[in-house]
């Protein structure tokens, strides 16, 4: 893939990372449902995750993929710190049991919160992309 092809994959991504936002936002605002919201708040902290690692030329194929390659690859090297790992984990781990395991319901607290982190997530990585672009 050509570098010009890459930047605009990247674009795309945090694109999809802040849509993917703000409809976890609108969502928390019109007092909807936590799955819905930490769905989409989840989401936003993939693609964001996934623009990075495309930019440093890495292309997992799981969602599992992108966890671990944003630790090892960025947590672990000292570019971003623990707190993201855990709050991208925690996000996953949230997903997963509201998209396949029922046993522990989503509370709207829950969602408010991982909404706090998953912008802060996408913050940190959207202006890394933009200083490692000047």
């Given at each position: 893939m050509k570098n010009g092809d890459v930047a605009a994959l990247v674009r795309y991504r945090i694109e999809q990372a802040e849509t993917a936002l703000d409809d976890a936002r609108f969502l928390l605002v019109g007092n909807r449902g936590p799955l819905s919201i930490i769905n989409r708040a989840y989401y936003a902290m993939f693609y964001a995750a996934l623009g990075l690692l495309q930019a440093a030329g890495k292309v997992p194929t799981k969602h599992s993929g992108v966890t671990a390659l944003f630790?090892?690859?960025?947590?672990?090297?000292?570019?971003?710190?623990?707190?993201?790992?855990?709050?991208?984990?925690?996000?996953?781990?949230?997903?997963q049991k509201s998209d396949y395991r029922v046993a522990e319901p989503a509370t709207s607290e829950r969602a408010a919160d991982l909404v706090a982190r998953a912008e802060r997530f996408v913050a940190a990585l959207r202006e890394y992309l933009q200083r490692e672009q000047d």
């Open positions: 630790d090892t690859e960025f947590v672990m090297k000292g570019v971003f710190p623990k707190e993201l790992s855990r709050d991208f984990h925690w996000a996953f781990e949230m997903r």
